[in-house]
């Protein structure tokens, strides 16, 4: 049995996620910046906060911490067995008789090679 093991990951798409953060600035008579509105609007996820002091505006924004990550293991099992088996048959052999015509005909074709031979040799004696 032949056992395959494959790991995969998958991916997980989240939908997109925003925040908004508004501010509204005037200048006084001595021209120093001030800050008249602030508006924010937060998101499923982003949370934003802002702070100004003095000339320093920090802005922030965070985002709950999301962990998703799928792990899973594919097993695939095949199982193979093989059956070699033998049979005998038994093949009828195959007897070829020759025509008995055939026999007399290669008889007397081989009597009169030796004939012809044989009076070759008395002649030349």
């Not at 056992?3 to 509204?24: F, G, Q, Y």
């Not at 002091?53 to 067995?81: C, F, P």
């Not at 048959?89 to 044989?118: D, N, R, T």
Request: proline fraction near 4%; include cysteine; aromatic fraction near 8%.
């Amino acid at each position: 049995m032949v056992t395959n093991e494959v790991v995969r990951d998958s991916i997980v798409t989240l939908p997109p996620d925003s925040a908004m953060i508004k501010a509204w600035f005037e200048c006084d008579s001595l021209n120093h910046v001030i800050m008249t509105e602030l508006e924010t609007q937060a998101g499923k996820l982003v949370q934003p906060s802002t702070n100004f002091n003095g000339r320093l505006m920090v802005t922030t924004a965070k985002i709950d911490s999301q962990a998703i990550y799928l792990k899973w293991k594919e097993r695939h099992q095949t199982a193979s067995i093989t059956n070699t088996v033998i049979k005998e048959v038994p093949v009828e052999k195959v007897v070829y008789k020759k025509p008995a015509w055939l026999l007399v005909l290669a008889a007397s074709g081989a009597g009169g090679i030796i004939i012809f031979v044989v009076s070759i040799i008395l002649k030349f004696k």
